[in-house]
């Protein structure tokens, strides 16, 4: 892609509305636009509109008038992308617009590709990587929570917090490099003691945010809930009763589910991935095995897990137990196949998944639960910046210990290493795979 083309790109979603919009972006497009918008009200048709800021236009195109539209003109480093750019504001025809883009690429300019609008911005400097994945996630998020966080992200908060980091860890790099470049100045017994103390405060404040980093995925991308049980237990009822649609088969017959089904679902200002599987029970179908097994990964996997048993059931722990699950996160739901006549407490839920009394208690439970693993979230919000995050502290590790048993340059190597991973978070000196990574997450047009 050369970043010196104008791309253009319809920036709504298709389809009919009241408003569409085209953007353009790149040097010139200011011109290149201002010749589709005529001063057609006056009948000099081949006269062109000087085009400032915002102004209501007529557009000609595809060889006649089509619409009146509004037309914005940014100029170089005020634009989204950093480059002077246009964006004109149709009636919201599918056709219409269309046509409109149609014209622009007959024109001369390039169909801009996906996220290719925001990777300029990263390239001309106006946001870093972290701000990309924010935007992205702004555009994704499902629950009141994840636009916040997500809002938060694209304003720079991650890039802060992980460039103090950074230059913590350029000063501390300094510091130890001066007994490699003035070794006549004998400071290396201090700037050991220094470096000690300045790697061990740092690793404190990755620890901080490595801690985080599950509420901060639980926020972004929903808490798993996990539904598990034996055959028959009512697990599927409640799946959709949960959903309020009927998305998994329900059937009296044992092992009707045989694959995990996941659908999301908003409780108030958070999202929850419901996960239904399969039932647990000795079977000689392989194709029910494989369902099985890949129930007990989901269970190792999930945030809370619903042991769902039918009422009277005695030793239905056994299926959690089987498949690895945690005790702290597990909720046993009690499904009666009647009248609910117990009272339910924070551990146990008794509902009837058919009729959906006491569905209400167990959401309440979900919620506050969820509400809890939201705290003391981190800036750091997925795996890329975890990983990245998780190999600084390694190299500070090594760090460590090579300020007790290897030579200062050593020392430098390590967190060198440790620097180049909080780097990589923000972008610094980025790959083109990993650019091309990020960006591939975008809609055509932003």
């Given at each position: ?21 085209i953007?353009l ?9 201002q010749s ?22 007529s557009?000609l ?23 002077e ?9 599918k056709?219409l ?21 925001t990777r ?22 499902e ?28 000063t501390?790099?300094?510091?130890v490099e001066?007994s490699?470049?003035?070794?006549e100045?004998?400071?290396?017994e ?22 985080g ?8 991308e ?10 028959n237990?009512?697990k ?18 044992a092992?009707?589910t045989?694959d995990?089904i996941?659908e999301k ?17 000795k ?14 990964r ?17 030793k ?8 690895g ?14 009248k609910?006549?117990?009272?339910s ?6 509902l ?5 009394e ?12 969820c ?19 998780v190999?600084?502290d ?12 290897e ?5 430098c190597a390590?967190?060198?290493?440790a ?28």
């Amino acid at each position: 892609m050369e970043e010196r083309d104008i791309i253009a790109a319809i920036s709504t979603a298709r389809g009919s509305g009241a408003v569409s919009m085209i953007r353009l972006s790149g040097k010139g497009s200011g011109r290149f636009s201002q010749s589709f918008l005529k001063n057609v009200k006056e009948n000099k048709q081949n006269e062109t509109v000087d085009l400032p800021h915002a102004k209501m236009v007529s557009c000609l195109f595809c060889g006649k008038i089509n619409d009146h539209i509004m037309a914005v003109r940014y100029d170089s480093g005020k634009s989204y992308t950093g480059e002077e750019s246009v964006e004109l504001y149709f009636h919201g025809g599918k056709k219409l617009t269309e046509l409109a883009l149609l014209s622009f690429i007959e024109g001369g300019a390039r169909i801009a590709e996906k996220g290719e609008f925001t990777r300029r911005a990263f390239l001309n400097g106006r946001i870093d990587l972290t701000q990309a994945e924010g935007i992205v996630d702004l555009i994704d998020a499902e629950s009141e929570n994840a636009v916040k966080a997500a809002f938060l992200q694209s304003e720079g908060r991650t890039r802060k917090i992980i460039e103090e980091l950074y230059g913590n860890c350029v000063t501390l790099l300094a510091r130890v490099e001066v007994s490699i470049d003035y070794p006549e100045e004998d400071v290396e017994e201090v700037t050991r003691t220094e470096a000690e103390k300045g790697i061990d405060e740092l690793r404190q404040k990755i620890a901080r945010e490595k801690d985080g980093y599950n509420a901060s995925r639980i926020v972004r991308e929903g808490a798993r809930v996990v539904l598990c049980g034996k055959v028959n237990a009512g697990k599927s009822t409640l799946f959709n009763t949960l959903l309020g649609a009927e998305r998994a088969i329900v059937s009296n017959e044992a092992g009707t589910t045989r694959d995990t089904i996941e659908e999301k679902i908003s409780l108030r200002d958070i999202a929850v991935v419901l996960v239904d599987t399969a039932g647990e029970r000795k079977t000689d179908s392989d194709a029910e095995r494989k369902g099985i097994d890949r129930s007990k990964r989901e269970v190792q996997s999930a945030d809370l897990t619903l042991l769902v048993v039918r009422e009277g059931e005695k030793k239905a722990e056994e299926v959690l137990a089987e498949n690895g699950g945690a005790k702290d996160k597990q909720l046993r739901v009690v499904n009666c196949f009647g009248k609910v006549n117990k009272q339910s407490t924070e551990d146990c839920i008794y509902l009837n998944a058919q009729s959906g009394e006491g569905v209400e208690k167990l959401t309440e439970v979900i919620y506050a639960k969820c509400k809890d693993w939201e705290k003391g979230g981190s800036a750091i919000t997925n795996a890329r910046q975890y990983d990245a995050l998780v190999s600084a502290d390694k190299a500070l590790a090594r760090a460590q210990v090579a300020l007790k048993n290897e030579t200062v340059d050593c020392v430098c190597a390590d967190l060198s290493d440790a620097l180049r991973a909080l780097g990589r978070i923000l972008g610094k000196e980025p790959t083109e795979d990993l650019i091309g990574e990020i960006f591939s997450r975008f809609c055509v047009g932003k």
